[in-house]
């Protein structure tokens, strides 16, 4: 993954106006794009390589319950680290075990389902041909009843695109073995002690 002088190294430098690309009040152009209130309803996406608004983001970026953009195209994705993490504890392992493998593999597919008369909203999320949306969508109700945060892990997972992502997903698998070397080392602790 680049790091955050690379990621704003790849933004557009000269701009064609001195106005809002959003509002078209007056600006100075070398400030970037937008005025400074407008400014803080964008983000650069790393993926798309296009600014995006808070209201209608990408698929590779989230603005989170907290106001922090978050996703595999944010400028830091290890942000999400501890969510993946947590949300690995929440699942149990046999969903992780499907996750990881999918990532590995590339062969996932995830997005958020809004809700209708005749469904409910939820994740659709099938890893290494394993249908896991279920148990993420329920992990993220709980989750949201008890912290008022919904998104967990799941929002990272649904900001990765196979064949457009595949840093971040290499960089997620990395954090699946993490926390499963933390918890072969817990059992080995807990049978020996």
Known sequence: MMNAEEQIATRPRSYESSRCQFCDDPIDADSGPFCETCDENHEWCTICNDYVHSDEPCRHIYYDDCGAWLGSGSYD?????????????????EAVGHLRAGLDSGDYKACYVYGSILAHHGIVAEFNGIDIGPTLTAVAHLYKSATGNTLVGSGWLLSLEPGKTRTADLLSVKWIDEWLAVQKRDRKGAANG
């Open 77 to 93: 994705p290890k942000a999400a680290e501890h969510d993946v993490k947590l949300l690995c504890q929440l699942i149990g392992r």
